[in-house]
């Protein structure tokens, strides 16, 4: 004969819960091996690093980005795409953010050897390195001048970061490496001249405003066709004002310049939003320095 037991709501619903807990125990997911974790925290490192560069127009955000990708570039050293971002991040700390100057200097000399390295990761580059005959520095312009399209990322993070570590430096430095300087950059004029706004045209504007004996002429058709090319990437006209103008003595075109830089809107171009909110603030320090550059 069946005996039936009577039992609280309180009583059900524990051994409810209870049943539950034990049947999908069954079924829970084995714990993460130790390549899984490896793999999850590699992808959390790179999207913070993402994250933070994408946020990079706050100078805390840009530092935790380059420290991400540092991170991340240690962990996947083979990642073309992160080693690139790395150079460009080390290019942006440098250029506006650390004010020290030996580490703004750290900073390029690092975004120039890792940008280097990919570049001589080119079987066109390791080619021509171990068949033309001379001296190494005559070696590395000749490769320069072949490598594939494929590393034009490469080759422009390169020149930018040697470019503006060798603007720091004397003029006797700057002569010495004005070949390989100008092989590396006229590559990408070859390749691209369109590259990153109108990159090269911009670098040549900035590099023939410096040098002695160049036509300031040359310096301002280069940063006419940078300017022609994409005219809302305001770091053209700031490089043109710095550097075109003061040799120049024109005053009149460097106020011009900088103040259409700070009345323009950073945002015409989102994807370099944040370079060109700092490019007005940069515009602003010089024309506030402005008496003490046309002295």
Known sequence: M?????ISLIQFTQFFILFVLGFTACKTPKPFTQEEAYQENVQYIKSQAYDNWNKRSNRKNAAVATFFLE??????????????LLSRAYHFEAYYIESDPVQKDSLYMMGTRLALHI??????????????????????????????????????????????YLSRKSVRMRLNNRELVEAVVHRILALDPDFFYGGPYRFFGALYARLPGVELSRSADYFEQAIKSHPNYLGTYVLRAQFLHTKAGDQEKFIQDLEY????????????????????????????EKEMLFE
């Open 2 to 6: 069946c005996k039936f037991y009577k």
């Open 119 to 164: 570049v001589e990761q080119s079987p066109a580059y390791q080619h021509t390195l171990v068949t033309v005959p001379g001296d190494s520095m005559l070696k590395v312009t000749e490769a320069v001048a072949v490598v594939e399209k494929k590393y034009i990322s490469a080759l422009y993070w390169w020149a930018a970061n040697m470019g503006r």
């Open 261 to 288: 830089v700070i009345n323009a809107d950073a945002a015409l171009i989102p994807e370099v939003m944040a370079e060109n909110l700092f490019e007005q603030k940069k515009a602003q320090f010089l024309l506030d």
């Open 71 to 84: 991170k991340a570039h240690s962990l996947e050293p083979e990642n073309l795409e992160i080693a690139l």
